[in-house]
């Protein structure tokens, strides 16, 4: 996949032995999911539509802001021709203005604010650093994800309808802004943006919606799974993710297919998980973590000879699926 390019670089260019395994710096690993591909399809249509923009939400901690991220790079518009892309992160604040949205804006791209900096002034240079994106990659569009737009009140939203029109009436420049929120607490924001008399927010950005799902389902797994054993480590080698530390540690590994395991992890997961704590999905993040734990500290263990349901079972437990809750009066 192209987002794995990066590591082909590193082993062509450097001497593979000084190079840590990717599972080393799992916040890092860029692993293909069906997700993901669903994501990237949805944006891609929304840009070859020359759609202003869309809503993205979904479940806190289901892997949303992650899968951006990973998608953003590889937008393309009609021409697949690449587009400059800007990820914004709001951050939680007592005061919800616009001069305050703007300075959010401001923050995310490190612009030296005075203490007294007006809304036209901050925005005048926003917009100036946009254009400056679009002229170094000779693009007339641009992307704007917009991270925890639940944070954002109503009255935020206004900004970004003003660089849209800024950007496309001044400038022949055509912004698709994505919003990234969490369902539960964006849902009374969504009802205001519906029922409000300028109802140009919501026709612009939040007619077009994307409920964006973890792992639901054992399909995903299974093509989770596949890429661990498609993936190399050096890329130049033919030992898989999978097979990797099973070689390290001098046992069995030629042979060694974790997707062959998919329908007994998902199996696990659905008797001792998600029926009994009643959960929706299974969170991205958890699972990226049981899958690493499984191939870089339980396979490699000596005394492990079999794959069972117990031992997944005990690498589940460990992977923060289900965290107890914390008594104050204990700690």
């Known amino acids: ?17 000084k190079i840590e395994h990717p599972l080393k710096h799992p916040e890092l690993l860029q692993i ?14 929304i840009i070859r539509r020359g759609l202003p923009g869309a809503l993205i939400y979904g479940y806190s901690r289901s892997g949303k802001s992650t899968s951006t991220k990973i998608i953003t790079p590889f937008l393309k518009d009609a021409d697949n021709q690449s587009i400059p892309y800007e990820i914004i992160y709001i951050a939680s604040r007592d005061r919800k203005t616009s001069r305050g949205a703007w300075r959010q804006l401001a923050f995310n791209y490190d612009f030296p604010l005075k203490s007294r900096a007006t809304s036209d002034e901050i925005s005048q240079h926003y917009i100036t650093y946009l254009l400056d994106r679009c002229y170094e990659s000779q693009s007339k569009r641009l992307v704007l994800m917009v991270d925890e737009a639940q944070r954002l009140s109503i009255r935020q939203f206004s900004i970004y309808a003003e660089i849209y029109d800024r950007l496309k009436d001044s400038f022949g420049t055509l912004c698709h802004i994505f919003f990234i929120a969490n369902l539960d607490n964006f849902k009374d924001t969504y009802r205001l943006l519906q029922e409000r008399e300028d109802t140009h927010i919501y026709e612009r950005f939040f007619k077009r919606a994307y409920f964006y799902q973890p792992i639901t389902k054992l399909e995903s797994v299974s093509h989770i799974l596949s890429e661990y054993d498609r993936l190399t480590f050096p890329t130049t080698s033919d030992v898989s993710y999978s097979q990797y530390f099973l070689k390290k540690s001098g046992k069995e590994y030629e042979t060694f297919k974790l997707q062959k395991y998919a329908s007994l992890i998902w199996q696990v997961f659905f008797e001792k998980f998600k029926t009994p704590y009643k959960l929706k999905h299974w969170s991205t993040e958890s699972f990226f973590c049981f899958v690493n734990l499984f191939i870089t500290h339980y396979l490699p263990q000596p005394d492990v000879t079999d794959i069972s349901f117990e031992l997944i079972e005990h690498c589940i437990n460990n992977s923060d699926l289900i965290v107890d809750q914390v008594k104050l009066e204990e700690l």
Not at 37 to 44: A, K, N, P, R, W
């Open 1 to 17: 996949m192209q987002w794995m390019e990066h590591f082909k670089e590193l082993a062509m260019n450097d001497d593979a032995s």
């Open 32 to 45: 293909h999911t069906l997700e993901n591909e669903g994501l990237l399809q949805f944006c891609s249509s």
